[in-house]
């Protein structure tokens, strides 16, 4: 299987806060609207704030994180792989804040071969076009499941965000399944095949990574560093 070797620097450093130290442990609620779900191009919603998308295999995981960082269910989760099929896009807002900060977007998942030439051609129509071209997209985050083996089609996503020079970050999802040594030793494993990458263990059920990829996702998009995080 082929190595990628990614330059740390992928992750872009965050602009200096000028909210200081007193909001720093601010602990304020997160609100999210569901915005629109699309299947081309033209259905996208207008470019206007920093983009977070959430990539990975069906069943990786990818909705249950959205739900996790949010603290609602605002993101349809499922046990049947290859339900999303369009690009489901959320808008995030802190309590008390009228306007919107961020958006998520929630991609379908690949690797589900009961469907190939469906899953193919929704990513030339639109999958591809918005990594490509997405001008607000601020953050990648590639899921991949701790309890299964490093798959070649990962290997392919994360090819793929290099070479459109897309940053990202990876996100070991469903680390509650596995105790301490098989944690590691699943660490392991991926840090074996995607040497120089950085992989945030995660589990949407205990809540382990959350505020750390909350600080990744606001260094990414620019966001005050309030220490702003779900508090339900
Ligand atoms: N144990 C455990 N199960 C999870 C976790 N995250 C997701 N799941 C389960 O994995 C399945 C797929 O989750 P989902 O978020 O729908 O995956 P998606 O297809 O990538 O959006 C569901 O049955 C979830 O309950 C986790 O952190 N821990
Ligand atoms: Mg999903």
Redesign the pocket.
């Known amino acids: 299987m082929l190595k990628i070797s990614v330059p740390l620097v992928w992750i872009k450093r965050p602009r200096l806060a000028s909210s200081g130290q007193k909001s720093r442990n601010l602990n304020v609620r997160v609100l999210s609207t569901f915005v629109t779900a699309a299947t081309s191009v033209d259905r996208f919603p207008a470019p206007a704030l920093p983009e977070v998308a959430f990539l990975?295999r069906?069943?990786?995981?990818?909705?249950?994180v959205i739900n996790s960082l949010l603290g609602t269910k605002i993101a349809k989760?499922?046990?049947t792989?290859g339900?999303?099929r369009s690009i489901n896009f959320f808008e995030v807002r802190w309590a008390g804040n009228p306007r919107p900060e961020l958006v998520f977007a929630?991609l379908p998942?690949y690797g589900y071969t009961r469907v190939p030439r469906e899953v193919w051609s929704q990513w030339s129509d639109f999958i591809e076009p918005y990594l490509r071209e997405r001008r607000s997209l601020a953050l990648c985050l590639a899921?991949v499941d701790l309890n299964v083996p490093p798959q070649e089609s990962d290997t392919q996503l994360l090819q793929f965000l290099q070479s459109a020079e897309r940053p990202f970050l990876m996100i070991g999802?469903?680390a509650?399944?596995l105790s301490g040594n098989t944690l590691r030793k699943a660490l392991d494993s991926f840090a074996q095949e995607f040497p120089d990458m950085r992989i945030v263990p995660?589990?949407?059920?205990t809540g382990l990574g959350r505020d750390e990829l909350w600080r990744e996702i606001r260094e990414a998009a620019v966001l005050p560093q309030t220490g702003l995080r779900p508090s339900g």
């Open positions: 990975g069906s069943n990786v995981g990818k909705s249950s989760t499922s046990s792989p339900r999303t929630d998942g899921l999802t469903k509650d399944k995660y589990s949407a059920r």
